[in-house]
């Protein structure tokens, strides 16, 4: 349990990163969700913007912060899409709330934390975009729960691979 | 009250941007359609202007890669993928000379496979041992026209054998080899064979002018001579068996050393220039097919029947002679008792026996012993100078072959027929007019 709880000063340092990459990460994200789709097809299950919220959010370890930037994803790729304004934008605001929260609590550097995380975080966000769509939108929402799994085990590998890649920009002391 | 907002700062603001997307949300949703429980597809100006920033943002991003991807495909496509599109060029390219060189090889063997074929069926229905051979060389020059073919001694060839094609003659064997020969064609000006026009049957000598082109020589000027006419080797050269095709008449020049003659310029048959494979008569004995020889087989015993069935009848037909009585002339001398001369050979008759004369179906008053009964040609009751005929027969025109001769009676050549057997031929009565015409009637004509 000692590994999994930030009992040490290191554990619970916030990462600083580059100014550019707050921007030049979520936009390639969202350039690269926005393009891969056409390549992989139906195949494409993984949600990059997701990723890069949860990842920041347990960086920098501040629930204001990975809210916006869930905020800011998830308006950003509803605005690509012909769905309403905020669907993705709540889901993805409770995806950076919850993933800074669980950062300030436990050792965010564990790779199997970060992936167990962004596992379930991606249900959750899945969920709640369900939720919204069917509950408070009243829309009818063809879902198959079977994707949703598959799009957590693909964010869960993006991030295995990912997250190690950006953790080499950050800015140390 | 300072102490519950930085308390719960972060579940405020959570919940403040949940509200705030939910009131964004609640604005942008307008049900048009309760039924069918869907969105208006119109955005409010609010909307679409944030759909137009996150557009801004990212199609620029897209356009610069999509642009990249295809400036990179078509790199690939264009430079990377075809770095071995120049080897591959020229291993095509050998390729095709390759087939092309098969192609023509091809090409020629089944010109060649037709050309033989059609020599082997001339060869099959050729009356003569022949061989096939090879054209594999010339010699050369204008001057002379010879050529050089693969067969030579080893296979039966000898100088003087006759070389031809399915189209007519081409020459004559020169020079035999071990394996190949040399061929004079009969354009050559040395060459010579003995030909005869087919329909005017005049003959000449065939040579080659200067030209190249077959000539018969020597002939006197004859008008019949018209171009086109097919000329035909004539079998007295010893060379060429006759009624080989040689050609056909082309032209007829005056001969410009000996007026009166002319030269008759002759298109050959055969394509001399052309020539790849020819025939070599190496016999001309008569070479039948097994049909052929079944054939004369079969004709040789229908003839040797025919010669034993005629022989038995004429056998018995001697037997019968000598059995018959009415053959012999009963007024002839006997015959001598030794039949055979002195020296043993059958001696020669000393009379003619002369055969008995028929009695004229016909008698008129050429007929012998006609004048001694001439009351008995006509009856005595006729009341007119022209007694009618009793033989209606008689009424009919004279046919310039019924005309009598107006020669008169002379005794009647001995008939050489044998006589038939008396009882075959029953003897009128003598003395007694046969019925037959009257010499009424012959009054008449006359």
């Given amino acids: 349990m000692s590994v999994l709880t930030a009992n040490s000063r290191r554990d619970l340092e916030v990462h600083r990163y580059p100014a550019p990459l707050y921007v030049a990460a979520p936009v390639v994200a969202l350039v690269v969700q926005a393009l891969l789709p056409r390549v992989m097809g139906r195949f494409a299950y993984f949600d990059l913007p997701l990723v890069i919220t949860i990842y920041f959010a347990l960086g920098r370890r501040s629930p204001i912060q990975g809210m916006f930037m869930g905020g800011f994803m998830g308006i950003f790729e509803d605005a690509l899409t012909h769905h309403a304004i905020g669907i993705n934008g709540i889901a993805k605001t409770v995806a950076g709330y919850l993933a800074a929260s669980v950062g300030i609590r436990i050792d965010v550097q564990n790779t199997i934390i970060r992936i167990l995380l962004n596992f379930v975080l991606s249900l959750l966000c899945s969920a709640v975009v369900v939720f919204i769509h069917r509950v408070l939108l009243g829309i009818e929402l063809h879902w198959n729960w079977l994707e949703m799994l598959f799009v957590a085990i693909g964010n869960s590998i993006v991030a295995l691979f990912l997250f190690p890649l950006l953790d080499r920009f950050q800015v140390r002391d | 009250m300072e102490s519950f907002f930085v308390r719960y700062r972060n579940l405020l603001v959570l919940l403040t941007l949940l509200l705030v997307q939910i009131?964004?949300?609640?604005?942008?949703?307008?049900?048009?359609?309760?039924?069918?429980?869907?969105?208006?597809?119109?955005?409010?100006?609010?909307?679409?202007?944030?759909?137009?920033?996150?557009?801004?943002?990212?199609?620029?991003?897209?356009?610069?890669?999509?642009?990249?991807?295809?400036?990179?495909?078509?790199?690939?496509?264009?430079?990377?993928?075809?770095?071995?599109?120049?080897?591959?060029?020229?291993?095509?390219?050998?390729?095709?000379?390759?087939?092309?060189?098969?192609?023509?090889?091809?090409?020629?063997?089944?010109?060649?496979?037709?050309?033989?074929?059609?020599?082997?069926?001339?060869?099959?229905?050729?009356?003569?041992?022949?061989v096939d051979a090879q054209i594999i060389g010339t010699s050369g020059s204008d001057q002379s026209r010879l050529f050089t073919i693969d067969k030579g001694k080893h296979e039966g060839l000898a100088r003087d054998m006759a070389v031809i094609t399915a189209d007519g003659i081409v020459g004559k064997v020169r020079e035999v080899f071990p394996h190949s020969s040399q061929v004079l064609a009969i354009n050559d000006q040395s060459s010579g064979a003995g030909v005869i026009l087919e329909t005017t049957r005049i003959r000449g000598i065939l040579r080659g002018n200067e030209e190249g082109q077959p000539q018969i020589v020597g002939i006197l000027a004859d008008a019949r001579i018209k171009p086109g006419e097919n000329v035909l080797t004539a079998g007295g050269d010893q060379i060429f068996p006759r009624g080989l095709p040689v050609g056909t008449v082309e032209k007829v020049e005056n001969d410009p050393d000996r007026d009166g003659f002319i030269t008759v310029i002759i298109k050959p048959a055969a394509h001399l220039d052309r020539l790849d494979e020819v025939l070599v008569i190496t016999d001309t004995e008569p070479r039948f097919s097994s049909q052929q020889q079944k054939d004369i087989a079969t004709s040789e015993q229908d003839k040797s029947a025919d010669a034993a069935a005629l022989s038995e009848q004429r056998k018995a037909s001697a037997i019968m002679a000598e059995r018959l009585p009415g053959l012999t002339d009963p007024n002839a001398p006997p015959k001598p008792a030794n039949p055979q001369g002195a020296n043993g050979a059958p001696a020669t008759p000393a009379a003619t026996v002369v055969p008995k004369i028929l009695?004229?179906?016909?008698?008129?008053?050429?007929?012998?012993?006609?004048?001694?009964?001439?009351?008995?040609?006509?009856?005595?009751?006729?009341p007119g100078p022209r007694p009618p005929s009793a033989n209606p027969v008689q009424k009919k025109p004279p046919t310039p072959n019924s005309t009598p001769a107006p020669k008169p009676a002379t005794p009647p050549?001995?008939?050489?027929?044998?006589?038939?057997?008396?009882?075959?031929?029953?003897?009128?009565?003598?003395?007694?007019?046969?019925?037959?015409?009257?010499r009424g009637g012959d009054h008449r004509d006359e």
Avoid: C
């Fill in chain 2, 359 to 382: 009695p004229p179906q016909h008698p008129d008053r050429f007929t012998p012993g006609h004048a001694d009964q001439p009351d008995q040609q006509a009856p005595a009751s006729t």
């Fill in chain 2, 23 to 130: 009131i964004g949300l609640a604005v942008q949703v307008r049900r048009i359609d309760p039924a069918r429980r869907s969105l208006d597809s119109a955005d409010s100006s609010g909307v679409r202007l944030i759909r137009l920033w996150a557009n801004a943002v990212v199609a620029p991003v897209e356009r610069s890669l999509e642009y990249s991807k295809t400036g990179v495909f078509g790199f690939w496509k264009n430079y990377i993928d075809l770095r071995h599109v120049r080897q591959q060029n020229r291993d095509l390219q050998d390729t095709v000379d390759r087939l092309r060189l098969e192609q023509a090889a091809l090409l020629e063997d089944a010109r060649q496979g037709q050309r033989l074929q059609g020599m082997l069926d001339f060869q099959q229905k050729y009356l003569y041992k022949t």
């Fill in chain 2, 413 to 438: 050549k001995p008939n050489p027929q044998p006589q038939p057997p008396r009882d075959e031929q029953p003897q009128p009565q003598s003395g007694s007019p046969p019925t037959g015409p009257g």
